[in-house]
């Protein structure tokens, strides 16, 4: 008997199987190729996250920076400001009502100095905390994108060797949830001073506001200088007085004194009928800072040429022949008088020239100069009182030519001189005081001179490093 074998339903049963073994290989590619794509989003995200950190780094520490730069610089405009007060008080350019006395302007700066720098300490202090605020998971302005992100995990200040400080910061960065950190430091120096304080010059900051110009020539005094450094001066209180002898050179005095004690000390008074000359010339003549008195009574002197470096005071007029070359960069010259009259001049330089008058306006000012002019340089003071001089001597201070100051003292407000050239600055003062201070009367004939503090204008701020990775 012959058997039947159907053979259609083999061919669907192969395609079948076919399909089965081509679906279970293409699961087994495409779970492999979601795998790798997955894998690679989190090494991308991982990479983001890290990118993201070192952003955090370079945006913390740049503001970081800024902010202790501008406490430096908050603290920097402080102390040129006051500089530039003290600078005012200090030369009297100014009648400022916010300048103190000596002890009260010393006390002022050293409590500025330990608030500025307390303040600042405090600040660099609590910079830790504002940044950690600032910069926090929870601050959602800080995104970078809307899945990445950063944060300040911490920030620790630190003292490190040569007086420097840093700040150890730790960022992290955030992409999905992925998280990188970076470790960094931020370096600067530590801030141990800001000012330095010192005296400048000596001023008559002692004397009361009633002080009168009769104030400015104290008495001549009995002893003369030859017996007076036979004393004990270490007992005796400054200025130390003394009058010139006769027949005794000012120069040979000025040597004695000088190569035993500090000739600003020394208050030298030169009696009526003694006249006072620099021979051919003053040249190579240094009176380093030596205070001289004409007691009662004028001052003939044929020559001054190139006087410079002293303190010449005349409680009368000062009538010289030849005046040339007065004042010098190599030394200050006040001439303080009541009146003054020079047949010859050529100017002034690094002079303050004080002219008090009289009360019933016998004393004269007047200066021939080159061309009828009279040159005031720069660095040079022209001082004087218009309630003591005639009409015709104020005229002639209105020749004075150059680009110095002219300072005048009026008891009347509403009183102004005018009628200068134009290169030439005026300045007023009505206070009786400030005009002397202003004009440099401040030697130990007004009183013993204080010194006062001024700030050192080299101002020690930190630099700060470039920030460091870990």
Do not use: W
Not at 29 to 40: A, D, G
Not at 103 to 124: C, G, R, T, V, W
Not at 287 to 312: H, M, P
């Amino acid at each position: 008997m012959e058997k039947y074998i159907n053979q259609r339903g083999y061919a669907l049963l192969i395609v079948l199987l076919t399909i089965i073994i081509f679906l279970s290989i293409s699961a087994v590619f495409i779970t492999s190729s979601l795998n790798h794509v997955k894998q690679e989003l989190t090494v991308d995200q991982k990479n983001q996250s890290y990118v993201a950190a070192e952003m955090g780094v370079k945006l913390i520490s740049s503001a970081v920076k800024n902010q202790i730069e501008n406490k430096l610089m908050e603290i920097e405009n402080t102390v040129l400001t006051e500089k530039k007060r003290l600078e005012l008080c200090n030369t009297f350019t100014t009648e400022n009502s916010n300048c103190k006395t000596p002890a009260e302007e010393k006390a002022y700066l050293n409590n500025l100095k330990i608030d500025q720098l307390s303040m600042y300490s405090n600040f660099i202090t609590n910079l830790s905390n504002t940044s950690l605020t600032t910069y926090s998971k929870e601050n959602n302005d800080i995104k970078l994108s809307s899945d990445v992100t950063y944060y300040l995990s911490s920030m620790t200040l630190k003292t490190i060797p040569q007086n420097k400080k840093q700040f150890e910061i730790l960022v992290q960065g955030v992409s999905n949830d992925n998280e990188s950190s970076i470790k960094a430091t931020i370096e600067f120096n530590e801030l141990l001073d800001i000012f330095d304080i010192t005296n400048s010059q000596k001023y008559i900051y002692g004397l009361s506001n009633s002080v009168t110009f009769n104030d400015v020539f104290p008495e001549t005094p009995n002893i003369t200088c030859s017996a007076l450094l036979t004393n004990n001066l270490s007992i005796l209180t400054k200025p130390y007085n003394c009058k010139l002898e006769t027949n005794q050179s000012l120069s040979n005095l000025k040597d004695l004194i000088s190569s035993q004690y500090n000739i600003k000390d020394f208050n030298i008074f030169i009696p009526a009928g003694i006249s006072f000359n620099c021979d051919n010339t003053c040249r190579g003549k240094d009176f380093i800072g030596l205070n001289l008195f004409v007691g009662n009574g004028d001052l003939f002197s044929k020559n001054l040429n190139n006087l410079v470096n002293a303190n010449l005071y005349v409680n009368g007029n000062i009538d010289a022949q030849v005046a040339n070359n007065l004042g010098s960069s190599n030394g200050r010259l006040v001439l303080v008088s009541q009146g003054l009259s020079v047949k010859s001049s050529n100017g002034v330089a690094n002079t303050s020239i004080v002219l008090l008058g009289k009360v019933d306006k016998t004393a004269q000012f007047s200066i021939t100069g080159n061309n009828d002019k009279f040159n005031l340089e720069g660095s040079s003071k022209f001082c004087i009182n218009t309630d003591n001089f005639s009409a015709n001597s104020l005229d002639e201070v209105r020749k004075i030519a150059g680009n110095g100051k002219i300072i005048y003292y009026t008891s009347n407000s509403e009183f102004v001189f005018s009628g200068f050239n134009s290169s030439l600055i005026i300045q007023k003062s009505t206070n009786l005081k400030k005009f002397l201070d202003i004009c440099e009367v401040d030697s130990y004939a007004v009183g013993n001179g204080i010194d006062i503090p001024t700030i050192n204008p080299d101002l020690p701020l930190p630099v700060i490093a470039d920030v460091k990775y870990q």
